[in-house]
């Protein structure tokens, strides 16, 4: 029989803030499904590059693609969660993907407005503005390495854009060319959000059938644990334990871990004893706020899987 649970506490506000931040990312990959008849076509030709004045960046991934394409003082408006660079947090803030400000949005006067295939809808209104938008998609890896040069040609950075995109490839073939051809393949179970304030996982999200993360396992030799149809499922303890993954990589966002640390982040997963992954102490605590974010930082947290998954 299973020792009784203590009662989770309530969250405080940062860790809801957190769920609600992780949530918008999964929000967007339904929305692009219902917005799908209207969505601008990502493999458009790019119009000739302009020298825009006035750019506002609706994701945060995208803030990252303009600053390292050095156009960060063409930029006046960010989502509300865009914390990288840290400079990004000084620039007008114009809501987020379910609570957009449109109308601080219009009154920044943008020239030019980057936003992701998923708000494509918000494209249409703005061109019949007269506002020039340019639609990119962060859904898998290809789509953020081709991001880069779509921003990059269109805001007339393509050199600085090449080399940013090399760049990246050579990181990802560093990586994966490391673990091709594995034969034994672990299962790895990746958890993007869950309640922190408990004595245990609970309100467990995991990547599922979609989004970056189930990729990057791919790309170093290992196999996603869940291979159902839902793209961001949130596991019952009956379902974890029935996946009973052969490692875990808890990805928990940087407020988080400066206010637990490792090791109480781990005690936690101590209570699901039943799972391979705790029994063999293949748990990793993964901090940082950028493995959360499906952006051109996305190296970083493949050689992290790598290093976690065959070490």
Partial sequence: M???????????RVILVTIAVLLSFIGCYYARLWLQPQAANPEQPTSPCKDYQRIVALSPSIVEIIYLLGLDNQLVGVPRYSNYPPEAKEKQRIGGYVDLDYEKLISLRPDCVILLEEQAALSVKLEQLGIHTIVVSHDNIKGIIKSVDIIGNEL?????ALKIVSGINTAVIRQTSKHENMLNQPRVLISISRDTT?????QLIIAGSAGFHRELVHMVGARNAYQGPISFPMLSREKLIQLDPDIILDLVNTETWNKLGTQKLLEQWNSYKELKAVKHQRVVIIPGDQHLIPGPRFPQTLERFAHAIHH
Avoid: I
């Avoid at 299973?2 to 405080?12: G, H, T, V």
């Fill in 2 to 12: 299973s020792p009784a649970r203590k009662k989770p506490r309530k969250a405080p």
């Fill in 156 to 160: 007339g950075q393509a050199t600085r």
């Fill in 198 to 202: 408990a004595d245990y996982p609970t």
